[in-house]
């Protein structure tokens, strides 16, 4: 899969996300990710890529066209007026505050495309007419505001290359399956058996893989009952662990 970044800061994006299993993806050539300066295709002799916003105001504004010949160089084709995001061209995610807010199962559907681009807005914004003419997707990581659109689309790309085949280990995507199914990650332990005074429960030390299991599910219960009681909502338990989280339910109202 290959995630193309048009922004003013590509080093930031290409060194923040070639670590750890990432790194490693794009080492095998799993992925790709490839951080294009919008600058570059800036036209005036000072390489300026912003200018003052009509109907004033504080704050500059990055200019259409620097950011139009960088998406062009990306799909090699031109668009048109009555057709501005023709079939067949990679979606292009704007990254904004204002978009939808980005959660793992938008990160799975993502995980479909071949190709994405994303586009990292800053100053106070980008010109609205480049935004019609290219974006297919405004999305937000969260509602704060952040300095411009480089550190979310890295959010992005490690949650949908994550869901990409061949990305994770056997072992990794195991463990991101079990919490995909909506409950939050049980508590995990390390050697040494006991620290700070404090020991390992004992069941993770029993070797009983049906216990400890029923163990994991019903910490990843409690843990979202407690921190995320909205998630249970779209949650579906076997049988047993229904049960569990009733009779928890019920010792609550006591
Ligand atoms: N740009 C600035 N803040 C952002 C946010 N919260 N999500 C996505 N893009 C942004």
Known sequence: MKFHVMTLFPE?????????ILGRAMDAGIICVDAVNIRDFSEDKHRHVDDYPYGGGAGMVMAPEPIFKCYESLTAGSTSADEPVPAGRPRVIYLTPWGRVFNQKMAKEFAKEEE?????????????RVLEEIVTDYVSIGDYVLSGGELPSMVMIDAIARMVPGVLTNEESGETESFMNGLLEYPQYTRPEEWHGQ????????????KVAEWRMQRSIDRTVQY??????????????AKYYRDLLNSEKE
């Open 12 to 20: 930031m994006v290409e060194q923040g996300l070639h670590t750890s």
């Open 116 to 128: 994405l681009i994303f586009l990292c807005g800053h100053y106070e914004g980008v010109d609205e």
């Open 199 to 210: 020991k390992v429960p004992e069941v993770l030390l029993s070797g009983h893989h049906a």
């Open 228 to 241: 995320r009681p909205e998630l249970m909502d779209g949650v579906e338990l076997d049988k047993k662990s």
